[in-house]
């Protein structure tokens, strides 16, 4: 019988796209690990959010921001996209941490670029140094990938560059595909930070527990929360999407066991606007790593 980590190429390959997976359980010192590709350096997308919640939530910690202050935000001025926030016709007022449940529920790409202008990229960058995370980088926010995208492409507007990514007679190279220009991780780093949000080791036991809240919000059920369609099984995780790139990183938990963190990222021979073979194929790849590891319950 093939490897499961075999199973797991053979996954991504049917499906029609480069694919990299880590899975691990949340304890202090794992016996068992699954991987594929797990060291190497892949394409956040909206992955980034989950580093900048945990920056937002240390200044919760320290009193910096008031999580129940209300701030402003008025959409024509934020950067677009297709939830949220973002896709709002008049300014709204809402609390910080109902921004942060807005930026994670639904990826609100409007919400998340006020979160990172109240905190800053160094905020982000000091998380990513405390938790270890050497493989992982934060250079912007969707604000930043859309100018990207419109230079590389010689768009005259962020929609016209997204249009032009998800159009496959078009041979676009475009540095948000780059993990050396890109905002850029690795499946590792990303189990190891779901790691310390659930053990209580990023920020107090109060804001984990917030975070832990609000990415068991996250609405999409196509990806990682496909794999464990069963009830009582708690999937909580942030979703990332640019073009060809697909990812989710998760900690699934079955009813009176340890909880499981995997991240799975993809890269995918299309763009298609939907690409639901290669979602399914994240669901399948995380199914696979975390039947592997609560078969052997390290």
């Known amino acids: 019988m093939a490897s499961v980590e075999q199973r797991i190429r053979d996954t991504f390959r049917d499906a029609g796209a480069a694919g990299w997976l880590h899975a691990v359980p949340v304890v202090d010192a794992p016996s068992r690990e699954i991987g594929v590709g797990a060291d190497e350096q892949v394409v956040m997308a909206s992955v980034y959010k989950l580093p900048l919640l945990v920056a937002l939530c240390q200044r919760f910690a ?14 024509q001025s934020s950067s677009p996209g297709p939830t949220g926030v973002a896709t709002f016709l008049d300014p709204v ?26 905190v800053g990229l160094d905020a982000v960058r000091d998380v990513l140094t405390a938790c270890g995370l050497a493989g992982t ?7 930043d ?6 230079r590389d492409t010689g768009a005259t507007s962020a929609a016209e560059a997204f249009a032009l990514l998800a159009d496959n007679d078009e041979a676009l190279t475009v540095s948000v595909y780059d993990p050396a220009f890109a905002s850029a991780t690795t499946a590792r780093d990303m189990t190891r930070l779901l790691s310390h949000v659930w ?6 036991p109060e804001q984990c527990a917030l975070m832990r809240r609000l990415l068991r919000q996250q609405v999409w059920p196509h990806r990682v929360r496909a794999g464990f369609p069963h009830a009582g099984v708690v999937v909580a995780g942030k979703t990332g999407t640019i073009g060809a790139i697909r990812n989710e990183v998760a ?48």
């Open 251 to 298: 900690v699934v938990t079955f009813p009176g066991e340890t909880p499981i963190a995997v991240a799975v990222f993809t890269f995918a021979a299309r763009a298609d606007a939907a690409l639901p073979a290669v979602d399914a194929a994240i669901g399948e790849c995380a199914r696979l790593a975390v039947t592997e590891l609560r078969s052997g319950r390290w």
């Open 137 to 143: 980088k934060v250079v912007g926010g969707q604000a």
């Open 199 to 204: 053990s209580d080791a990023v920020v107090t």
């Open 93 to 118: 007022t809402l609390s910080w941490r109902d921004l942060a449940a807005s930026m994670i529920a639904v990826s609100d790409n409007a919400a998340a670029d006020v979160i990172l202008g109240a």
């Open 145 to 150: 990938i859309e100018a990207s995208l419109v």
């Open 62 to 75: 320290d009193g910096t921001i008031d999580p129940t202050a209300t701030v402003r935000v008025h959409p």
